[in-house]
């Protein structure tokens, strides 16, 4: 059974570090891993994913104060969030597309549970 598992996430002042975790568990193969996040009364939109070639794509709005790395024996992704704004506020939810281990046909897309970031002013 496919489970994306996110930890971390938190309160955190203006200026600060946070980070976040999500393992993806009961894929036969990843197509891309990562990071969306959505603010109250927003869309969803993308914070950083990394693909099958490795290839990290980040938001505009957050390149150079976020970092993604991944431990691939792990299927982990982490990503370290410095230089925190209010408006980085949101509930951050792990995805990824992949082919489940189970034997369904895919790839699909799936999402986590979502973990709560909150910077203060």
């Known amino acids: 059974q496919v489970q994306l598992t996110e930890s971390g996430g938190g309160l955190v002042q203006a200026g600060g570090s946070l980070s976040i975790s999500c393992v993806a568990a009961?894929?036969?193969?990843?197509?891309?891993l990562g990071w969306y996040r959505q603010a109250p009364g927003k869309q969803r939109e993308l914070v950083a994913l990394v693909d099958i070639g490795g290839d990290i794509n980040y938001a505009d709005s957050v390149k150079g104060r976020f970092t993604m790395s991944i431990e691939y024996d792990k299927s982990t992704v982490h990503l370290q969030m410095n230089s925190l704004k209010p408006e980085d506020t949101a509930v951050y939810y792990c995805?990824?597309?992949?082919?489940?281990?189970?034997?369904?046909?895919?790839?699909?897309?799936?999402w986590g549970q979502g973990t709560q970031v909150t910077v203060s002013s």
């Open positions: 995805t990824a597309k992949g082919v489940p281990r189970t034997g369904s046909r895919g790839p699909f897309d799936f």
């Open positions: 009961g894929f036969s193969s990843i197509n891309y």
